[in-house]
């Protein structure tokens, strides 16, 4: 019979997508339907796609009411609310039919060409300081492609915020937030088209994904301590009501001195061998996606 360790290492190599959930929530979301305009494109509060494309459409059309509707609403302390406040009043002046004085400029937004899935910035620290200092709920960013009125195309990252409401906002100003926004601009360019994703009501709230493999960048003891702490911290919820899973946090959640890659793997293993049995481990395996590796699945008992 191979050890624990074993067991809980082909589950933590299993994990062909790990999951970087904001903290915890008691449900899984339900994807909410993506609503798309005349353009083909989204749009709507309810998705990160939606307000990021709508946030360009704001600056097509010149219209101050959609931009400060899809724009996060002031936050944080009173520097920050009347820097913040003061940007949105300038770009909304801005937009005021008696500010274009001799039509549209080269650089100037023409229409949308394409917009890509909703991603987390890598790690996951954004949206973790973004949930306890704030309270949102999630960060991420969206690439819009645009074109130009020179027949040229540019791309705009968007960073775009998931409100304690649920729905989605764009800041406009990320340099005011460097913690919310670490690590915008040093993320690689999107690839995944919105409109050929397999699964288009999955968009707005999959989870974010981060491949096993790129846990060799420099970003991999973060991302498996994040990871490890948000799976603990739901397993400690689930105690509260729950002796087997109190036992399972009092076993696996307390480990000092252990490596991350065999505390999670300890601990997404014990989860899935409880997971036949109880709802509780089950709704956290299914949550975070865990599953076996097949090659390791064979002899993992």
Not at 64 to 70: Q, R, S
Not at 266 to 288: F, N
Request: glycine share 10%.
């Amino acid at each position: 019979m191979k050890s624990m360790f074993a067991r809980g290492l082909g589950a933590l190599l299993g994990l062909a997508f790990l999951f970087l959930c904001p903290v915890p929530a008691a449900e899984p979301a339900v994807n909410p339907p993506i609503k798309t305009a005349a353009d083909g494109f989204p749009t709507g509060t309810e998705t990160p796609e939606g307000v990021a494309c709508d946030f360009v459409r704001a600056s097509i059309q010149r219209d101050p009411a959609l931009y400060l509707a899809v724009c996060l609403k002031p936050y944080g302390g009173e520097e920050t609310k009347k820097t913040y406040g003061d940007f949105l009043g300038s770009v909304v002046a801005g937009m005021k039919p008696d500010a274009k004085k001799n039509g549209p400029s080269p650089d100037e937004v023409k229409s949308i060409e394409k917009c890509f899935v909703a991603r987390p910035l890598g790690g996951g620290g954004p949206a973790s300081y973004g949930y306890a200092t704030f309270g949102f709920k999630d960060v991420r960013f969206v690439d819009v492609s645009a074109n130009l009125q020179s027949g040229r195309t540019r791309v705009n990252r968007t960073l775009v915020i998931q409100e304690k409401s649920g729905q989605w906002a764009v800041h406009p100003r990320p340099d005011l937030s460097p913690l919310l926004s670490m690590g915008l601009s040093a993320e690689d360019r999107s690839m995944k088209d919105f409109a050929a994703a397999s699964e288009a009501p999955a968009v707005a709230f999959v989870a974010p994904i981060v491949p096993v493999t790129k846990f060799n960048a420099p970003g991999r003891y973060a991302a498996l301590t994040d990871i490890y702490r948000r799976i603990t911290a739901e397993v400690e919820t689930k105690g509260a009501t729950n002796p087997r899973m109190q036992a399972l946090h009092e076993r696996f959640g307390r480990t000092a001195g252990v490596a991350v890659e065999n505390k999670l793997g300890d601990l997404t293993g014990a989860l899935l061998e409880l997971s036949a049995t109880d709802p509780d481990a089950k709704a956290i395996v299914d949550r975070y996606g865990i599953v076996r590796d097949p090659n390791n699945g064979r002899d993992a008992r």
